[in-house]
């Protein structure tokens, strides 16, 4: 992370992709497609000297009419990073000699989808690109199941999958019995 970020996050989708925000957003959003900020790796010490509690609630005050139902905080993330990508500004001191200046921190890091496989990403239609590149290159480091996509057997096999391995293996067997507890249960699907 730079000094200045505080938060990584993964894209709302994929490139090539068109998102939520980009077909329904009415708000600003950070970058082409939004972040999704189900999966949240936080520096809350950066965040306290960013001021983040005042700016959030700033943002909240000024767009609270645009927030759509059930959207909670990743509303108002979008919106307050889209303010802080990182602008490079040229400025001029008082003896007129030129000087860069970082207009806005840049809040935001992103991650790959590998670090946020959401259902989505498994989810294709209209011959969009289908995948999660980092996922198929590196493997999956965390997947993250929204509504009823663990519990979801005919749209979504692969999470409904993972859903059994976990809830067939006891949490009370020690760390090594337990992966291999797993390794046992995901060979035999």
């Given at each position: 992370?730079?000094?200045?970020e505080?938060i990584?996050v ?7 992709t ?5 077909k329904?957003?009415?708000?600003p ?12 790796l936080?520096n809350l ?7 983040f ?8 005050k000024?767009?609270?009419?645009l927030?759509p139902a059930?959207?909670?905080d990743q509303?108002l993330q ?8 990182g602008?490079l500004?040229?400025s ?11 207009k806005?921190?840049e809040f935001?890091?992103l991650?790959p989808?590998d670090w ?10 209209n011959?969009?690109p289908?995948?999660?590149?980092s996922?198929i290159q ?9 509504k009823?996509?663990f519990?979801n057997?005919?749209r979504?096999?692969l999470?409904r999958?993972i859903?059994?391995i ?5 949490t ?9 507890s797993l ?5 035999r699907?």
């Open positions: 992370m730079k000094k200045s505080f990584a993964s894209a709302m989708t994929e490139p090539g068109i998102s939520w925000f980009q329904h957003s009415k708000f959003h950070y970058g082409e497609r939004g972040v999704n900020t189900g999966i949240s936080m010490t950066r965040m306290r000297l960013q001021n509690e005042d700016l959030i609630f700033k943002v909240r000024n767009y609270e009419h927030r059930g959207s909670g509303f979008n919106i307050l990073y889209s303010f802080h990508p602008k500004v040229t001029r001191d008082k003896n007129m000699a030129i000087k860069n200046v970082l806005f921190a935001v890091s991650f989808c946020n496989l959401r259902p989505l990403h498994c989810n294709c239609k011959d969009a289908c995948a999660c590149a996922a590196n493997g999956v480091a965390v997947i993250h199941a929204t009823s996509a519990t057997n005919v979504l096999p999470f999958s859903f059994n976990f809830t067939g293996v006891s009370k067997l020690s760390p090594v019995v337990y992966i291999k390794r046992t249960t995901y060979d699907l």
